[in-house]
């Protein structure tokens, strides 16, 4: 890994083993890009490749007229001057006016990575990644951006994110500041989006990239199921274990917006940061602006290779604090077992059962608190309900523990019910435009979280719970989409803010909260899987991944979540049947099957199942303990995807590839067929490894594959809906 700079040429070249990223400074004195990809040689002038032409209805740069925005690739362009393309950026000065023009000043190379303050971003020692920043000026303003790049040693990811501070005496104001702008030498790729809804989160779906543009969304103020803030752009041939492409994810969030743009020279422009929508940021005199982070990853070896390299780099350098890189403690949550109709006794009796099953960690649900017993009130009055905790939550974690498990619960710290105390008091918290109806969300509003008081009041009044309490674990929910956002506190000009100051108010609250607890496992969570992306993962390694608890179902969803995000933050759990959202019933085996690719827990009253299947769920849990960091940090391959076939394949491989698990779903039956084959992956050709007694070499399991008519004599035909395998290989 190093960052070289060219200075005659004025090139900078970052590289490590993998790839590639050259840049310079253009004729027009800002930063253009030269090449992103597999790792080339160094070499102290590329400027071949910066087109000094013209061509018919082009605009040309009126110094030299020999050199055009739109025919040179570039970093981070703005619109107005001679690129036609989406702008990175936008700053609209005094005058109403908004072309920018900025020119190199200085740069600076460093080991290691800095901080984003107040926004979550991936960190580095010196010895982990290196750092380019390229700052520019824009003479008329004089209002400085910082391009910020890292890489990384061990893995083929380049980090960006962009400064802007007004070293002006005027005013001005940001209305677009994206992350990245990744202009790409040609257009043969497919764009690839992972897309749902609730309880049918992050599917994947694949675009054409062709004339004209793409782009995906978000602005719920929640990075959303609907879209996810992770992209891929992949070649039509690449697939899970070869060819190109490169994955974009953005640390953050809230409102995000992600493009693909095809130009008429077949190049595509690539862009990805904050949705420009209800953006707008004052920047005074003295003032600065920090972009969230966008992490950059690149591969030549497949889909699974690009989905390894955000796992571990997540899991390694984005992830802090105890629960990096720990496997995670088996738990139990009552939500599905009595929703918020609960007392203490009800609760302990669930917990009892929990315990003797194995169970580590006994998570109580919403409903704790204020006057919840429904979804109509309650939320904003962080004090325990004493007709069903009548020694508080301190009390009843002392009874948990008492049971030889940890404790945690339930908390919405965002939300108000109009029926609660705290509403009454101070209606003027919660986002709402003046004049207009407020639109409920589950029958709540959402706090305005940019204000400083309101994240202050709720952190005292959590604290307050939390303290000389023992707690483990926290669940923190979100339940709604932001609507009518405006803010009582601050005036008309910055109503443009409060969206962002709005996550960052969240942000700041994780960050006081894990302080004061840093033994806490926080688990994010958003009507399932709402808020699923990588900056949530900086405050809280594991995220509820999905309300649908469906066996089935959540096939799909942990398949479509392990593209961006490691297993380890996959927040899963076997639940009771028929499915609550489905109606779907799967065996005690299979949903377990599916719930260890996972963080693993149940979610149910284990006092409900049968003695024989309690006896199951015995075996599960010891099962999970002794393979949970197998299954939770191994190296994970997708084999089977259930969106193309009526069967679904994955597994994981430890370290030294000695070790492998394997799980296969059969997901509808097939009549009348061979039971085929199921090609593993990542092992050592040359060892022998056992697989159900049996030897096997690695190269014969990888390339002839398990012979699936020795799991099942059946093979997945007839009778075989929902039936599952999961299988332990390990070298000799
Ligand atoms: C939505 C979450 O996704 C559920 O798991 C549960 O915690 C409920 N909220 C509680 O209201």
């Keep these: 890994m190093d960052i070289k700079w060219h200075s005659k040429s004025k090139q900078y070249h970052l590289y490590n083993d993998k790839i590639s990223y050259i840049m310079c400074i253009t004729p027009l004195g800002d930063l253009g890009n030269i090449y992103f990809g597999k790792r080339v040689h160094d070499k102290a002038d590329m400027s071949y490749v910066v087109n000094r032409f013209g061509l018919p209805n082009v605009a040309l740069d009126p110094d030299t007229e020999s ?28 005058n109403g006016s908004k072309v920018s023009s900025f020119t190199y000043l200085k740069h600076r190379i460093f080991k290691g990575k800095k901080e984003i303050k107040g926004l979550p971003a991936t960190y580095a020692s010196d010895d982990e990644a290196m750092t380019l920043e390229v700052t520019l000026e824009d003479d008329l303003t004089k209002v400085t951006m910082i391009l910020s790049y890292t890489i990384f040693e061990k893995y083929p990811v380049i980090a960006r994110h962009v400064t802007f501070s007004n070293k002006g005496t005027a005013q001005v104001k940001l209305t677009r500041a994206l992350s990245m702008c990744l202009d790409l030498a040609d257009q043969k790729y497919e764009w690839m989006q992972f897309s749902g809804a609730w309880a049918r989160e992050r ?10 543009s793409v782009s995906i969304e978000s602005k719920r103020g929640i990075s959303s199921a609907n879209q996810n803030p992770f992209v891929i752009i992949k070649r039509p041939e690449t697939n899970d274990f070869s060819g190109e492409a490169i994955g974009m994810s953005l640390v953050y969030s809230g409102n995000f917006i992600a493009k693909g743009e095809c130009d008429t020279f077949g190049r595509l422009r690539l862009l990805m940061g904050i949705h420009p929508d209800r953006f707008t940021w004052p920047l005074k005199k003295g003032e600065s602006f920090d972009t969230p982070e966008v992490v950059i ?10 989905s390894q390299t955000y796992h571990k780099l997540f899991n390694n350098n984005l992830v802090r604090g105890k629960w990096k890189n720990t496997p995670r403690p088996i738990l139990l949550n009552n939500w599905e077992a009595t929703f918020m109709d609960f007392d203490e006794e009800r609760i302990l009796e669930i917990a009892q059962k929990a315990k003797e099953a194995g169970v580590e960690l006994f998570v109580l649900d919403d409903g704790w608190f204020g006057e919840r017993n429904d979804d109509f009130a309650g939320l904003g009055d962080w004090v325990e309900n004493p007709k069903k905790l009548p020694d508080g939550i301190r009390g009843l974690a002392r009874k948990i523990n008492a049971l030889g498990m940890k404790f945690g619960f339930w908390i919405e710290p965002e939300m108000v019910n109009p029926d609660s105390n705290l509403y009454r008091r101070h209606p003027e918290w919660a986002l709402k435009t003046p004049g207009r109806k407020s639109s409920l969300g589950r029958h709540q509003m959402v706090l305005d979280y940019s204000r400083r008081e309101v994240v202050d009041y709720i952190y005292k009044a959590l604290k307050k719970v939390m303290t000389n309490a023992s707690v483990s674990y926290i669940k923190w929910d979100m339940n709604r989409s932001l609507t009518e956002v405006y803010s009582a506190k601050i005036p008309p000009e910055e109503q443009g803010m409060v969206y962002h100051k709005y996550i960052m108010g969240v942000y700041r609250l994780y960050e006081w909260l894990r302080a004061d607890f840093p033994d806490i496992l926080f688990e994010s969570c958003s009507s399932g899987g709402n808020r699923f992306d990588a900056g949530m993962l900086y405050y809280a390694p594991q995220a509820w991944c999905s309300d649908n608890t469906d066996a089935i179902d959540r096939i799909r969803i942990q398949y479509g979540t392990s593209y961006g995000y490691p297993i380890s933050s996959i927040g899963a759990h076997v639940s009771a049947v028929p499915n609550q959202q489905t109606g779907r019933s799967t065996s005690i085996e299979t949903r377990a099957n599916v719930a260890y690719f996972g963080t693993f827990g149940y979610e149910l009253d284990l006092n409900h199942i049968s003695s024989e299947e309690f006896e199951v769920v015995k075996k599960q849990i010891l099962f999970m303990k002794k393979y949970r960091e197998l299954f939770q940090f191994g190296t994970f391959y997708r084999l089977r995807s259930p969106f193309e076939e009526d069967q679904a394949a994955w597994m994981v491989v430890s370290e030294d590839r000695k070790k492998a698990i394997f799980a296969l779903y059969c997901l509808r039956s097939n009549v009348n067929q061979l039971p085929g084959f199921l090609k593993l992956a990542g092992l050592l050709p040359d060892e022998k490894y056992i697989l159900k007694g049996e030897e096997y070499y690695g190269d014969e399991l990888m390339n002839m594959g398990v012979t699936l008519g020795r799991l099942n004599p059946n093979g997945m035909t007839i009778g075989q809906d929902f039936v599952s395998y999961v299988e332990v290989l390990e070298v000799k």
Excluded: M
């Design 67 to 94: 050199y055009s925005q739109e025919l040179n690739r570039q970093e981070y362009p703005c619109f107005g001057a001679t690129d036609f393309g989406t702008q990175a950026y936008e700053i609209e000065t005094d």
């Design 203 to 212: 599917i994947p779906v694949v675009k054409e990239l062709s004339a004209g």
């Design 297 to 306: 990853a690149r591969t030549d070896e497949g889909l699974n290779e690009l």
